[in-house]
């Protein structure tokens, strides 16, 4: 039916014998033959009729390399959907004319949205994030008020689109269609466009009851819907376009009456919100964002970078604090060891005093016993020798080597008595007396005491 309607609108400008310049509309392949028959051919046949002067040719464009059909294909005008709209808009300065503008629609801004869909007697099916890791059956992977629209409010919710679906089925506008997968189970869900889950019921494709809507919105709008609303088809003119093209084309479109049909052209904002579906699906103008670059990967990843540089500056500061208590706590054991060493060497200098201290006092006591008990005899000596020459004088002997004899025995025995109290001294630990005394005096007894008269010591010794 589709390529009956496109040969159809090629012969238009042959029917007109006036035409003299061309204009070349291209549609870009991504609505369903619904948008064929009840707006794109209504709106040419409606743009011939106005333009009587121009010859109106239509090609129709593939998504698939977008770009480089509309290079080659050189259209003046597109019609497409908003999210090729905005894709547009800076890779070839695309301008907007005019925008679909539907009686069920809420605003011409807010007019396409995207419904999920699962079989009634999945309990396990609430909410959208239980769709998790499930099979997905969608129309084409570029359908905006559909699969786009959808996936861009699972980005929405945090997910990311790409690997939310463990599979996606694709219908292609062909049977089995969406709601045919979800129904026999091959897939888990299926994304609708606007309005398509009201004429599936309408025209008995589906029962009531037989699905059920996830997370559906509560609107008063004619239909039913699970994500945001979207502007509508957009119909715009490349940056190649001339002026009073422009200028015709946009009177055409905005004077188009509603007549019988369910649509108007007319201008509308909104594309704010197309930017960023857009930009959290990485499509369109923000398709460099799938480019794996560094900058990119730390703007993809800012929030699991932040925790980690947070994680290592954690780990920094604890291995700081505990090298630091470390070295606090060595400092303090070898502080404690010093004081143990210092505290050893005290408690051995101590015992070597209280060891010399006894052994002192054992002498003491030895020499105090052997001072008592020498002295006693000695002192005896010197009596019996004073009462022997005491004896020899009242008898009236005299000799000289007697006398001598006696008097060296009486000096010895005084001698040995004074060093006897000498030690006994050193014992009771008298402090040391200090006195003068004349040691030439002392020189002199010593060598006296040497130089004794030898006959003397002779005669005493022979007799």
Same mark, same amino acid.
Request: glycine share 2%.
């Given at each position: 039916m589709r390529k009956w309607v496109f040969l159809c609108?090629?012969?238009l400008p042959f029917l007109s014998s006036a035409a003299e310049r061309e204009i070349r509309i291209g549609l870009i392949d991504t609505f369903d033959q619904d948008f064929y028959l009840e707006t794109f051919v209504p709106t040419i046949e409606h743009i011939q009729k106005t333009l009587k002067d121009y010859k109106i040719t239509v090609v129709e464009l593939q998504q698939n390399n977008l770009l480089a059909n509309v290079v080659k294909e050189r259209p003046d005008f597109l019609v497409s959907s908003a999210g090729n709209f905005v894709t547009l808009i800076s890779k070839l300065g695309a301008q907007q004319i005019a925008t679909v503008s539907r009686n069920h629609a809420?605003?011409?801004k807010e007019a396409v949205s995207s419904v999920f869909i &699962?079989?009634?007697d999945r309990k396990d099916l609430q909410k959208i994030t239980d769709l998790k890791g499930r099979v997905l059956s969608a129309t084409e992977p570029h359908d905006f008020d559909g699969m786009l629209v959808g996936m861009g409010e699972i980005a929405a919710r945090g997910f990311d689109p790409d690997t939310f679906f463990s599979k996606t089925l694709f219908s292609h506008y062909q049977y089995p269609d &969406?709601? @045919?997968y979800v129904k026999v189970g091959a897939a888990d869900v299926g994304i609708l466009g606007t309005c398509q889950?009201?004429?599936? $019921?309408?025209?008995?494709?589906i029962q009531p009851g037989e699905f059920r809507v996830l997370e559906a919105k509560n609107n008063t709008e004619a239909c039913i819907r699970s994500t945001e609303r979207y502007p509508d088809t957009v119909f715009y003119a490349l940056d190649t376009a001339p002026i009073d093209e422009v200028k015709a084309v946009s009177l055409s479109l905005l004077s188009m009456p509603k007549g019988e049909f369910d649509f108007e052209w007319v201008p509308a904002s909104g594309f704010l919100k197309v930017y960023d579906l857009m930009k959290s699906l990485k499509l369109g103008p923000y398709e460099?964002?799938?480019? @794996? @670059? &560094?900058?990119?990967?730390? $703007?993809?990843?800012?929030?699991? =970078?932040? =925790?980690?540089a947070l994680l290592l500056c954690a780990i920094l500061v604890h291995v700081v604090r505990v090298n630091w208590l470390v070295n606090r706590r060595t400092e303090e054991l070898k502080f404690a060891l010093a004081v143990q060493r210092a505290t050893e060497r005290k408690a051995r200098e101590n015992r070597q005093k209280l060891d010399l201290l006894e052994k002192s006092r054992v002498i003491s006591q030895m020499s105090s016993i052997f001072a008592h008990e020498v002295k006693q005899p000695i002192t005896n000596l010197i009596y019996y020798a004073s009462a022997l020459s005491l004896l020899l004088q009242q008898l009236g002997v005299k000799d000289d080597r007697v006398e001598y004899a006696l008097k060296q025995m009486n000096s010895q025995a005084k001698r040995t008595s004074d060093i006897v109290e000498h030690v006994r001294s050193y014992a009771k630990h008298k402090a040391n007396r200090s006195e003068v005394f004349n040691l030439v005096e002392v020189i002199r007894r010593a060598i006296n005491s040497i130089k004794e008269p030898l006959h003397k010591r002779w005669v005493i010794c022979y007799n």
């Open positions: 609108l090629l012969f809420y605003s011409p &699962v079989r009634n &969406v709601a @045919t889950y009201e004429k599936l $019921l309408t025209t008995g494709q460099h964002l799938r480019e @794996t @670059t &560094v900058k990119d990967f730390i $703007l993809s990843h800012q929030k699991e =970078l932040l =925790l980690a």
